[in-house]
């Protein structure tokens, strides 16, 4: 598969002398969503800064489509589309003259209206952002993001303080947006959007990369290979565990689906939140 991002021994320090990247090496593929997941300070923000080509004093390599990232100019700009986690928008402007402004700063665009009618804004394109609430103005980010038809879509917190319902449209425009040939790198705490999304994550703290894995992959190196089967005798609730390298030959397993009010059966994965505590140390912020 060919790759979009090559980045080998990527480092940073801040000027006031804040190692905030250490040596981070990872490849993000054509047409994946690449999930950068960390604690709040870890290093996932300034490495999207360097992969944005905001921050440029970097130590290592960074290759974009084969070309080391130092190369491009202002048309690698055309080719990417970012959404940062705080929307940053001019208020008394309406929601369509803030997307007609920025769409100015493109040499080619998407249709505004269109964008705006897929989050749900269209009827809201003439009202000043100043009166949207904040997740309204999480869809306009996004649309924002899409304005120039990238190739490439860098997202930080991209559902957050959405609605279930507002949550999926974003979601399935991302998963769209793959489906045609994009590449996204998606930064966020929650877990659920991860899984859901992400073809493989990347665990980064103390400026490093700890483990890269696909989420099916991470669950199953971190959890546990056994079946757990809930089931009721009268009013009292049972649990038993059973070893899936030994189940098909576990005759209480059968005994069990055979003769019991059987409730609930799974497996002992474990979840994308336990693993992120697990492999950063951390909780996941609310």
Do not use: W
């Amino acid at each position: 598969m060919k790759s979009v991002f090559d980045i080998e021994d990527l480092g940073f320090t801040y000027r006031k002398g804040v190692r905030a990247v250490d040596g981070v090496s990872f490849t993000v593929q054509k047409g994946e969503i690449f999930g950068l997941l960390g604690p709040s300070g870890a290093g996932k923000s300034t490495t999207q800064k360097i992969l944005t080509r905001l921050l440029h004093r970097f130590e290592g390599t960074v290759r974009f489509e084969g070309r080391d990232l130092r190369s491009y100019g202002n048309e690698f700009y055309e080719r990417i589309g970012v959404g940062f986690e705080l929307p940053v928008h001019f208020s008394k402007l309406t929601g369509k003259e803030n997307m007609e402004f920025f769409a100015r700063l493109y040499s080619k665009t998407a249709d505004i209206d269109s964008l705006l009618q897929r989050v749900g804004l269209f009827e809201d394109r003439d009202r000043l952002v100043g009166e949207y609430s904040k997740g309204m103005k999480m869809r306009l980010n996004f649309v924002r993001a899409m304005l120039n038809d990238p190739e490439v879509l860098f997202l930080d917190e991209a559902t957050n303080g959405l609605d279930p319902k507002n949550a999926r449209i974003i979601k399935d425009l991302i998963r769209e947006f793959q489906s045609s040939g994009g590449t996204v790198l998606l930064s966020t705490h929650l877990m659920g959007d991860v899984e859901e999304l992400c073809d493989r994550v990347g665990f980064i703290t103390d400026g490093r990369i700890r483990e890269i894995a696909s989420p099916r992959d991470l669950k199953l190196r971190h959890g546990r290979r056994e079946l757990v089967v809930e089931y009721r005798e009268g009013k009292t609730q049972h649990t038993e565990r059973f070893n899936l390298d030994t189940i098909g030959e576990d005759e209480r397993f059968f005994e069990l689906v055979r003769n019991k009010d059987i409730e609930t059966m799974h497996s002992g994965e474990t979840t994308l939140e336990e693993i992120f505590i697990k492999v950063t140390g951390e909780t996941v912020d609310a």
